[in-house]
Nanobody, 116 residues
Framework: VQLVESGGGLVQPGGSLRLSCTAS????????MSWYRQAPGKEHELVAV????????VYANAAKGRFTISRDNAKNTVYLRMNSLKSEDTAVYYCKALSPTATTYWGQGTQVTVSS
């Protein structure tokens, strides 16, 4: 089982990034896929969820209106499009896969730094 995140980097305030998380080794389409983040000195926090069924998505308040989660089951990939980035969005971003039976997998994380 692997979850491999990519797309992080350094971006100026107001900029955009698209993160990708490509999965292998499990039935991706049956899993709920989420993005979490952890900033230095802060707790892990949920950013967005794309459920396995239909187009159901959920966003944390900090992500609403700026971030968009999407998934491509044919490519076993979940995306996080981040617009209007702020310095407080600086964190390591992780993707998580959750099965209906609570089996959980995590990626290794990708660093996002928002700074001028």
């Amino acid at each position: 089982v692997q979850l491999v995140e990519s797309g992080g980097g350094l971006v100026q305030p107001g900029g955009s990034l698209r993160l990708s998380c490509t999965a292998s080794g499990f039935a991706f389409s049956t899993y709920s896929m989420s993005w979490y983040r952890q900033a230095p000195g802060k707790e892990h926090e949920l950013v967005a969820v794309a459920r396995s069924a239909g187009d159901s998505v959920v966003y944390a308040n900090a992500a609403k209106g700026r971030f968009t989660i999407s998934r491509d089951n044919a490519k076993n990939t979940v995306y996080l499009r981040m617009n209007s980035l702020k310095s407080e969005d600086t964190a390591v971003y992780y993707c998580k896969a959750l099965s209906p039976t609570a089996t959980t997998y995590w990626g290794q994380g990708t660093q996002v730094t928002v700074s001028s």
